[in-house]
């Protein structure tokens, strides 16, 4: 059994930074990969990136350079948005990924881009 509850979502201008934070509660395995996806109004849910126990990351290529996933601890997830754009409104969700297993899910956090 896993909960994720992420934080930091909110309103930020065109080229504006926001952090994003999600803690993970319950049994969390080292093999775990965590990350963030996104889903903005009428798309569909996409990959924003993800990350090792061991801090390998993985991101979109729309992400790299602006975006950057940490890992400070087992259940916890961050991501620094910076250069923000409009197309980067979204609900951002959280995201653990356990072999043999559904993917868990948080509730969501909303970022609103304005231009």
């Known amino acids: 059994q896993v909960q994720l509850v992420e934080s930091g979502g909110g309103l930020v201008q065109t080229g504006g930074s926001l952090r994003l934070s999600c803690a993970a509660s319950?049994?969390?395995?080292?093999?775990?990969?965590m990350g963030w996806y996104r889903q903005g109004p009428g798309k569909q849910r996409e990959l924003v990136a993800t990350?090792?126990?061991?801090?390998?990351g993985n991101y979109a290529d729309s992400m790299k350079g602006r975006f950057t996933i940490s890992r400070p601890v087992y259940n916890i997830v961050n991501l620094q948005m910076n250069s923000l754009k409009p197309e980067g409104t979204a609900v951002y969700y959280c995201?653990?990924?356990?072999?043999?297993?559904?993917?868990?899910w948080g509730k969501g956090t909303l970022v609103t881009v304005s231009s």
């Open positions: 995201n653990l990924k356990r072999f043999r297993d559904a993917d868990y």
């Open positions: 319950g049994v969390i395995f080292d093999s775990d990969i």
């Open positions: 990350i090792t126990r061991a801090g390998s």
